[in-house]
Structures are given as structure tokens and as C-alpha cells.
């Protein structure tokens, strides 16, 4: 049985948060692209979506989830935490990336409504396990004057990278965020056998009910990757 993730039916009308930020640290920009460089104190850097605040972070080459780089927050022994500091935002819904770790590691996200004097925790995300995956936190916040930080939540334990960081607008319309837009083909499956597995992330906020997610005839869904059903009924916090 082929195996698929997709969302049919949302209850309560949703819209599609709208990205107002987009950034892979690819070209563009002048942020250092080894350890000895990154900055040992707090330094902007304009890249094409504005200007960044690095700290204790570089580009970097060898581990990226699209090439040539990713944004490595290194482990610091010494200081505070690394981090990398957004340009002022309008508001924001949500802000997604896809993280990497050489084991499951934190990453801690803040956001300041003063443009970065006082900073107030949002939410943790796990990293990806020797791979990337895909990390969402819901922000829901209409400010004016918003900056998000990305901090490594090991302090002194790991390296940490961070890629394809996509921010959305405030909306108090119910939104939902998926990692991608297709999936990859399963191909053909011999009758009676079951295809790979392929699937993608969900997240959402200021929903007016459950998430229902119903297979394709011919398909089947997992939330682990073990039990299968033709149906799931998700639910969010209705923040």
C-alpha cells in the first residue's frame, strides 16, 4: 500500500500564511564563511531579505540543506549562547527553517516587540539526527517593531545549523504551514506490496477545529511511519 501525507479538509476557513521573509545565507552578503571568522561580538550583516545580527555564527560550506550554504550557530564555551538575529518584521505568523544537528539537539527561538532590547521566549525545536528536518513555531504576533532570534540551545555542547529560513505575516484568519508542496514520486509497487514512505510537516494556528487528513484511494496514512489508516482527525492548539 503506498503511503501518503496530505491535508484535504480544514474545518473553519484557512488561508496560507504570506512569506514576507525568505533566506538560504546562499549569496548576497558578506557573512563569514568559516569558524575562525564569525563574529565574537554581536555584528550585522545585509543580506537580500535585510539586515542580519550574527553572533558566533557563520556560513557554512560542507553541511547544507540547499548548497552552497547553511547557517552554522556554533557550541561557545566562553560567552552566551550563538545566535542569529532577524531584521525588523512587520509582524509574524510563523517562521520555519530546516535544522541539522550531529544528534537531536535544541534550538531555541525568542522574539522582542522593541526591536530587540527585551526578548521573550517563543518555543524549542528539535534539530534533525545526522539529517535536517523541517522545525515550525508559531509566533501569532501583529507587532510592528519584531525581531525573532535563532539561539543554540546546547550553549557549549554542539554545532548546530540552521537552512531556508521562510517567515510569514501575522493573519487572524486560521493559517496552516506545510514543509513542502509535492512529494516525491513513490514510483511503481508491484501489487500487494507496499511503496517507501514519503511524507511531510504540518503546523497551524488560529484554527476553528480539527485538521482532517484523508488518503487517496490506493493510499495510506502514519503519523510514526508504523500504523497505517485511510483517515486522521489532528488537533491543534487553537492559539
Not at 205 to 215: H, R
Request: charged fraction near 10%; include cysteine.
Amino acid at each position: 500500500m503506498k503511503t501518503l501525507f496530505t491535508v484535504i479538509v480544514l474545518l473553519g476557513f484557512v488561508t496560507f500564511g504570506q512569506i514576507q521573509l525568505a533566506e538560504n545565507f546562499d549569496s548576497g552578503n558578506t557573512i563569514p564563511t568559516s569558524s575562525s571568522s564569525a563574529p565574537s561580538t554581536p555584528t550585522n550583516y545585509t543580506t537580500s531579505s535585510g539586515v542580519w545580527t550574527l553572533f558566533k555564527s557563520y556560513r557554512h560550506g560542507t553541511t547544507n540543506y540547499s548548497a552552497p550554504y547553511a547557517l552554522r550557530l556554533l557550541k561557545n564555551s566562553t560567552e552566551a549562547p550563538s545566535y542569529a538575529i532577524t531584521p525588523t518584521l512587520n509582524s509574524a505568523g510563523s517562521i520555519s527553517f530546516w535544522a541539522y544537528g550531529s544528534t537531536a539537539k535544541p534550538i531555541v527561538i525568542y522574539k522582542s516587540t522593541d526591536g530587540g532590547t527585551n526578548w521573550i521566549l517563543v518555543d524549542t525545536v528539535i534539530t534533525g539526527s545526522g539529517n535536517f528536518i523541517f522545525c515550525s513555531v508559531t509566533i501569532n504576533d501583529a507587532s510592528s517593531n519584531l525581531k525573532l532570534k535563532i539561539e543554540n540551545g546546547t550553549g557549549a555542547g554542539n554545532d548546530l545549523n540552521f537552512d531556508n529560513v521562510e517567515i510569514t505575516t501575522y493573519s487572524a484568519a486560521p493559517t496552516i504551514l506545510l514543509s513542502t508542496s509535492s512529494l516525491q514520486s513513490f514510483g511503481a509497487v508491484v501489487s500487494g506490496n507496499s511503496s517507501s514512505l514519503s511524507g511531510y510537516s504540518l503546523s497551524a494556528y488560529n484554527l476553528t477545529g480539527n485538521v482532517s487528513v484523508i488518503a487517496p484511494l490506493g493510499y495510506e496514512l502514519s503519523l510514526d511511519g508504523t500504523n497505517f489508516s485511510k483517515r486522521r482527525n489532528n488537533k491543534f492548539d487553537y492559539h
